[in-house]
């Protein structure tokens, strides 16, 4: 069975006490939910925490000894080297990160990150172990003009068409990368449902994700489209969360705002529970 994951990108919010006490109070919460699916069959699902890059050092155990994992919101598209301010997939890896959200629409717009940049990235973080949670999403612009689909294909196609099936797998064999589960997770983030309050309605979420697992199922066969986790991303809350988590596609989700308060975001975990 495909792994449920619910993600929370805390962006650019939180000082470093602010960002303990949440982490303290979301895994707290995550305890009692434990202790009441203790004799059910049911599992939560894998819990990830991207917190900013002043947290990830102090978090990364904490979070790893609550069986949660921990991502970056980015890294950079470099090995090492003369790049003032930029935190390479080495770096991260060598503070024990798990994940590294790679193509962030916030990153694409804001910071002008094209495919290209985003293919790069990937590589760093693949070639370091590192796990990759990758973005990719539609305007609104494009969705009215009916070229979501269009959007979708060329972003999966020019951001890790050119890996190779056992790259993602995580099955190369010069040491580099370990085997196990597959390295990447992808979410579907439509860029009109960022932050807006607006989300994607189930069947959106469903048609779109439906679509994605065919385009990867045309790249690298079944096995891998059948067991690649697909997340939806925007404004997804725990009034929302459930009957988008419900759909057959949809394995989890990316939460920003949601994932800032506590009670929030273990709500939205909660739904995920399976
Ligand atoms: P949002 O953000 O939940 O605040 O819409 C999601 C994301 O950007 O990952």
Redesign the pocket.
């Known amino acids: 069975m495909r792994k449920k994951i619910v993600a929370g990108?805390w962006?650019m919010n939180k000082s470093h006490q602010e960002g303990m006490e949440l982490l303290m109070q979301v895994f707290k919460l995550v305890e009692e939910e434990e202790i009441l699916l203790e004799d059910t069959e049911k599992k939560l699902p894998e819990i990830v925490i991207a917190p900013p890059l002043i947290l990830l050092s102090d978090a990364a155990g904490l979070i790893q000894a609550w069986e949660g994992k921990i991502a970056a919101q980015n890294c950079s598209s470099e090995k090492d080297g003369a790049f003032t301010g930029e935190i390479s997939a080495s770096m991260l890896k060598s503070i024990n990160v798990d994940y590294v959200?790679i193509g962030?629409?916030?990153r694409r717009n804001y910071f002008n990150e094209t495919n290209q940049i985003v293919a790069k990235k990937i590589d760093r973080a693949l070639e370091n172990n590192l796990s990759v949670i990758c973005?990719i999403g539609e305007t609104l612009a494009e969705r009215e003009a009916g070229k979501e689909f269009q959007i979708i294909t060329k972003q999966i196609e020019e951001c890790f068409f050119y890996l190779d099936a056992p790259t993602l797998k995580g099955e190369k064999d010069d040491g580099s990368l370990q085997g196990g589960e597959l390295r990447m997770v992808l979410?579907y983030?439509p860029v009109w449902?960022?932050?807006?309050g607006k989300?994607a309605t189930a069947e959106q979420a469903q048609e779109m994700h439906r679509y994605i697992r065919s385009v990867i199922s045309g790249k690298f066969g079944k096995e891998i489209s059948e067991n690649i986790s697909i997340l939806y991303?925007?404004?997804?809350?725990p009034q929302n969360a459930k009957l988008i988590f419900s759909q057959t596609d949809v394995d989890g989700g990316?939460?920003?705002?949601?994932?800032l308060l506590a009670k929030d975001f273990v709500e939205v975990i909660k739904e995920a529970i399976l």
């Open positions: 990108n962006k959200i962030h629409s916030e973005c979410a983030e449902a960022i932050g807006t989300n991303g925007g404004s997804c809350n990316l939460i920003g705002g949601a994932s």
